[in-house]
């Protein structure tokens, strides 16, 4: 039968994990010989066995999707029908998954070879629900179509006989191939024009012109090959002003499928509404959604906070502060700046880094369970709308929303979104919510600079804040992250239990990470920032801090700030609340409590209150939050984007805010 | 179709599969095979997991119960660019 004569060629093809090497095996039993396809590291397996009189010669073609030659193993099975021209190919298909399967069968109708369609797991199929009708199908698509449990050995013998049957007789082969780039013809026609004369056995011109447009890179390279010069620019011409074309190729493919699927399949549990489906109408629904990603995320942040804060202020009183003590005591004898690089330095850093700990790990554990029961990615999804328009992903909120306790956590809960665009706007945005700290510092600052009047000018700053954090999000998605397509498509899983050991890893794995990674440059920082504030060892008006604010005074008149206020920003840096330790230091010698509220009410003019308090909204990170800002970005260019980012904004809008209150009148500008 | 379902993407910005199934009378199985086809052709992208480790490699793959994590995808700059209509003249 087969070209040789002497036996019947039969090529089993079939998707990945269909039940094609079953059937082989099943087929061939121990007759098998394996070896390799010429000039690739991919298995070739073939066996034979009489069947029905005549000697069946079987080869296990690799499985694949579909027969662009964009993998080895779709090229091998295209390269086995063109060239080895088998007598007849069986397509085993699931039959749980069969539109997916037919697109497959789509393609092979396009070559030159009859097609048996073996139907596997029929019984997988019946209990998803499925109910197809194989005489139907094979009506509608023109070709023999067994069923098959090969699992179960069921189907097997009817399959090779109309296998044997067709190869015997070819002529009977008349399917219903699918009419595809029917938007395209015209096209289709200048290419074989083109091509006339040009393609070479084994392709058959209409095909190889419907993969040209399809962009198939194996054929491209053919034509080229084929094609003089002149020709072959005409066909590059043609290829670009159509290359979107394989998506109507593909879409008539769809169409076709979509046709025998209607005619042969029917779904019973189709309308069936599970529980996720129920509980989504619910999470899902613009409003009530919305309603509940609120409630969940002020429990989280109540949580974080309610939990990790009076935890954290526990570990500094009760853990650090007592260390530093000791350690001051014990080194006592030594020169004093020993006792203050281990004491203040060493073990501030390092004090910092452990208190951080608890408010981590009470937030990773809080977004592990969201995440592992499947409500995040419905909390990213309702959100996603409002978060586009600044260029983020919905998932971005939920950081974004516990940078108000701190902004570390923020940059590093920027890890849940999976776009690497999304995940670098949310770090670069991070700082800019007005974390804890600084909400702390504008408490105790705005009733000593305004009195009456703090709550409204706190109130206009965080107002103020967000308004500046969203202007930069749009600014940033219409500049760095320009022509960027944000549209984004979501799987949602279904609702989980989620796995203690899972939750308890991811904890371990992440807190371990940021002391690991952050906690060393929080240390190096403080070592920095305290030998700064210390030498030459003559008082902190002396030091090279207060040399370093005074060389900064130029700047400093612009913003109407005077060093000392500029030293109280930069000492923020280590941790805002510094600022206020700063100010008490340089205005007052030390007092940080009423007694600095009075001599700062005495002796600041409000336009330069104002500016300050704006400064040190939006001023640079801490230190904290810059070394997660490297850990998450894994750059020191992102990195330092994002603080020169802020640095500017702060300033710009201190000056701002500085020019506009003297403009409104001298009241402002002076005591 | 798979033009259909490309522009429906790109005008909503956001979309999920269920939903996405039912605005478009389909199965979501038959959507889900239709985003793998476009991201075959290039049109889609599929995210990666936030997961830094892949799952293959994970010591924790007997205890983690089905994947919570969402499957997302984008739409690629050719994605968004095959809904441009063609300038005139075009060969």
Known sequence: ?671 | MFRVLLGVLVAEGVAEVQTLARSLNLGAAQVRWMLDELRRLGYLEELESGCSQACEDCPLRAACSPPARARGWRVTERGGGALRPRPAGSV
């Open chain 1, 1 to 671: 039968v087969s070209a040789a004569g002497t036996a019947t060629l039969i090529g089993i093809a079939g998707q990945p994990n269909v039940g094609k090497s079953t059937v082989f095996n099943l087929v061939t039993g121990l007759s098998q010989h394996i070896g390799n396809w010429p000039g690739k590291t991919i298995e070739r397996r073939e066996g034979a066995v009489r069947f029905d009189g005549s000697t069946l010669r079987i080869v296990d073609l690799p499985g694949t999707y579909s027969l662009t030659a964009s993998s080895p193993e779709e090229r091998i099975t295209r390269g086995f029908i063109l060239c080895e021209r088998p007598d007849v190919i069986v397509m085993i298909a699931d039959a749980a998954a069969l539109e997916r399967n037919l697109y497959l069968l789509a393609e092979l109708l396009a070559l030159p070879v009859p097609v048996v369609l073996g139907l596997n797991m029929m019984d997988v199929a019946e209990a998803q629900g499925f109910q197809i009708a194989p005489d139907v199908l094979a009506a509608a698509l023109g070709l023999p179509v067994i069923p098959l449990v090969a699992s179960r050995a069921e189907g097997v013998s009817p399959l090779l006989r109309e296998a044997l049957r067709l190869a015997r007789e070819p002529a009977r082969f008349s399917p219903s191939r699918p009419e595809i780039a029917a938007l395209h013809r015209e096209e289709i026609a200048q290419l074989r024009e083109l091509l006339a004369g040009h393609v070479r056995a084994p392709y058959e011109p209409g095909w190889f012109a419907t993969k040209l447009l399809e962009g198939d890179p194996e054929v491209l390279e053919l034509a080229r090959s084929w094609l003089p010069d002149g020709e072959r620019h005409t066909l590059q011409a043609l290829l670009d002003a159509h290359k979107d074309a394989g998506l109507d190729i593909a879409g008539d493919r769809y169409e076709w499928i979509a046709r025998m699927m209607r005619a042969a399949v029917t779904h019973a549990h189709i309308d069936r509404v599970s529980l996720t489906d129920r509980l989504d109408r619910w999470a899902l629904h613009p409003i009530w959604g919305m309603l509940l990603l609120l409630a969940v995320s002020a429990l989280v942040f109540a949580i974080t906070f309610g939990v990790g804060a009076p935890a954290q202020e526990w570990l500094d009183r009760g853990g650090v502060e007592p260390l530093r003590a000791w350690v001051a005591t014990a080194l006592s004898g030594t020169p004093r700046w020993v006792a203050g690089l281990l004491a203040n330095g060493v073990l501030g850093g390092a004090g910092i880094v452990a208190t951080f700990v608890p408010i981590l790990m009470v937030f990773f554990t809080a977004l592990a369970v969201l995440e592992a029961s499947g409500l995040f990615a419905r909390a990213a999804y309702v959100m996603h709308r409002f978060m586009r328009v600044i260029g983020l992903h919905g998932k971005s909120f939920l950081p974004l929303f516990l940078g108000f306790g701190c902004n570390v956590p923020a940059v590093m809960g920027a890890r849940v979104v999976e776009e690497p665009n999304g995940r670098l706007l949310t770090i670069l945005l991070a700082p800019l919510v007005p974390c804890s700290a600084r909400l702390a510092v504008l408490a105790f600052l705005a009733p000593a600079f305004f009195g009456r009047a703090a709550l409204p000018v706190a109130v206009g700053l965080v107002t103020a804040n967000l308004a500046v954090l969203a202007a930069t999000g749009v600014a940033l998605n219409r500049t760095a992250f320009r022509g960027r397509p944000m549209p984004f498509i979501m799987e949602l899983p279904l609702y989980h239990v989620p796995n203690a050991r899972v939750i308890a890893r991811f904890v371990w794995d992440n807190t371990f990470a940021f002391l690991r990674k952050a906690g060393t440059v929080i240390v190096l920082v403080s070592v920095f920032v305290w030998a700064a504030a210390y030498f030459p060892g003559t008082g902190v008006e002396q030091s090279y801090l207060a040399r370093f604010g005074r060389a900064l005074a130029p700047l400093g008149s612009v913003l109407g700030l005077d060093w000392r206020m500029l030293v109280a920003l930069l000492a923020g840096f280590l941790a805002r609340e510094n600022a206020i330790a700063t100010l008490g230091i340089l205005y007052t010698g030390g007092a940080s409590g009423a007694g600095l509220a009075e001599t700062l009410a005495a002796q600041v003019p409000p336009a330069t209150a104002l500016s300050f308090l704006t400064a040190i909204m939006l001023f640079i990170p801490c230190a904290a939050t810059v070394a997660a800002m490297r850990q998450e970005t894994h750059s020191w260019r992102w990195t330092l984007f994002g603080v020169t980012l802020v640095l500017l904004i702060a300033f710009g809008a201190a000056a701002v805010v500085y020019h506009v209150c003297g403009a409104m009148g001298p009241g402002l500008a002076h005591v």
